[in-house]
């Protein structure tokens, strides 16, 4: 009887859902298979696209999945969109939706890694990292990012929004330690100082260290350092942290880097930023946005993501060894999370000792080399090249001023934009409109996610079908309103 009112009621949830436009659906993307080459070598990085790269961006999707999502109908029961019947048919799409940015993903080197690191251990110790299910495969792909982003030590976590969470509780935690697991008094506690379109997994941290009730949140207009400044010197609280995105991924626009360390260094707070979409697409070298603005040594934490632009998943904290010493010690999330499979770790880096690199170039350069993923980005640097030459095409063809690979085409409503999204399903693009309320209401988009592995005539082709469906003069790129999501 009870199973039967807790159905109704889930049933009349989801009206509601239903009523609000808020119901959201799974729309499963057709992987194409493609042949094995012959005798690979275990290590190989490359100075062109070649062919596998075009697995990335190229997808397929059933004919009844692109019906479904036509007319805009939930495809979440088992049985919906049984994807790769031999009966059904396959409608080809260019994706432009995805965080592939370098287009890793199908590159053979890290696919050999997490294949080879499956076949000799499984998926590796199951359990948590603090129980048994790191290894030294973790712990090698911790040096290596840490290099990366130019920190004393790294912690590898599940994922990027776990990363988020973890840090934000162990900052929690210092107020009521310090105070003798007591409610610390107003001056002991923490000031956390975060943008107003900061990613999930920060609000959701700081709401959950906010239930230590040892942190008082303060929310600053998008990128807007007055305010922010403003609200730092009315502060009276010794503990100040700034969190912000490096590169925000709804709007595609950057934090003032610069700025934030001159007020670093004026106010004294702990600089925190979540360089999810900059990891290895910004910097000569792949470091992030830190890099690219050249002020590295001004972020204390810098958290990041190896499941955009390194092609693979997870998330880590690059820190000092103090602080990482109290994230795995006080971050719930990476705490109580089962550890990151061994493929998974294998695919960012391979521990095998000697393994020999073959640069295809003419003639080839070897050289000895453990990494696979994170050593790729940083060797072919063909495309972060490629990737931004992409986003000065977009410039050219639209005349639009975008400044990242992340394009974010506010149109208005909600309804524009998923017209729009229609009208490039229909011309083979997958682009998809971005709703409250993920954004907010009346500042609905198309968000344009450019690849190192998309070509010059992806783009003409992309741009020309956008030109049918919106107004390249009416579009913003930014949302100018603040929205506190906290």
């Known amino acids: 009887m009870e199973t039967a009112l807790w159905e109704h009621w889930v049933e009349d ?7 609000l436009k808020v119901l959201r659906s799974l729309r499963p993307i057709c992987l194409r298979n493609e042949k094995p080459r012959l005798e690979p070598l275990e290590f190989e990085v490359f100075d062109e696209m070649q062919h596998w790269d075009r697995s990335s961006v190229e997808v397929e999707i059933a004919e009844t999945t692109f019906h479904r999502w036509m007319h805009d109908s939930p495809s979440s029961v088992a049985g919906d969109d049984e994807p790769g019947a031999f009966h059904e048919k396959f409608k080809k799409l260019i994706l432009f939706s995805g965080n592939d940015y370098l287009g890793l993903s199908s590159h053979p080197t890290i696919g050999r890694a ?14 948590s990292a603090l129980i048994c299910g790191y290894t030294n495969y973790h712990r090698q792909l911790e040096s290596s990012l840490a290099d990366l982003k130019k920190k004393e030590d790294c912690l590898l976590c599940p994922t990027g929004f776990a990363a988020n969470m973890a840090l934000m509780t162990a900052i929690g935690s210092i107020g009521s330690l310090l105070a003798g697991n ?10 956390v100082f975060s943008d107003a379109l900061n990613h999930a997994s920060i609000i959701d941290g700081i709401r959950l260290a906010e239930r230590q009730k040892s942190v008082k949140v303060y929310i600053y207009r998008h990128c807007d350092m007055s305010h ?4 730092l010197s009315h502060c009276q609280m010794r503990k100040k942290v700034v969190v912000t995105d490096s590169l925000f991924s709804m709007d595609g626009d950057y934090a003032p880097m610069v700025e934030l360390a001159e007020l670093r260094k004026k ?3 702990l600089l925190v930023i979540d360089d999810a979409h900059g990891t290895f697409v910004c910097g000569q070298n792949g470091g992030g946005v830190a890099e690219e603005f050249n002020c590295e040594k001004d972020v204390d934490i810098c958290i990041g993501t190896l499941s955009k632009a390194a092609g693979c998943h997870g998330g880590f904290i690059a820190c000092s060894k103090r602080w990482k010493l109290l994230i795995q010690s006080r971050g719930r999330s990476f705490i109580f999370s089962t550890a990151t499979p061994v493929p998974v770790a294998a695919a960012a880096h391979v521990v095998k000792k000697g393994s020999i690199l073959a640069w295809c170039y003419k003639p080839p350069i070897m050289v000895g080399s453990k990494e696979a993923a994170v050593k790729v980005a940083k060797l072919e640097t063909w495309r972060r090249k490629a990737i931004w030459d992409r986003v000065k095409d977009f410039h050219l063809l639209t005349g639009i001023p975008v400044t990242s690979p992340i394009i974010s085409l506010i149109v208005g409503s909600e309804d524009k934009a998923l017209r729009a999204s229609r009208y490039l399903l229909q011309s083979g693009f997958h682009v998809t409109a971005i709703r409250p309320p993920t954004v907010p209401p009346n500042s609905c988009r198309l968000r344009v996610a450019l690849s190192a592995v998309h070509t010059r005539e992806d783009l003409e082709n992309l741009a020309a079908a956008l030109s049918r469906c919106i107004n390249f003069q009416d579009t913003r790129i930014y949302n100018c309103n603040g929205y506190a999501r906290l």
């Open 182 to 191: 007591n409610i610390p008094s107003d001056e002991e506690m923490i000031a």
């Open 114 to 127: 997490a294949a080879k690191a499956a076949q000799e251990h499984g998926m590796g110790p199951r359990g």
């Open 13 to 19: 949830a989801l009206a509601t859902l239903d009523s």
């Open 228 to 231: 922010l400044n403003k609200l």
């Open 267 to 269: 106010h004294g707070f």
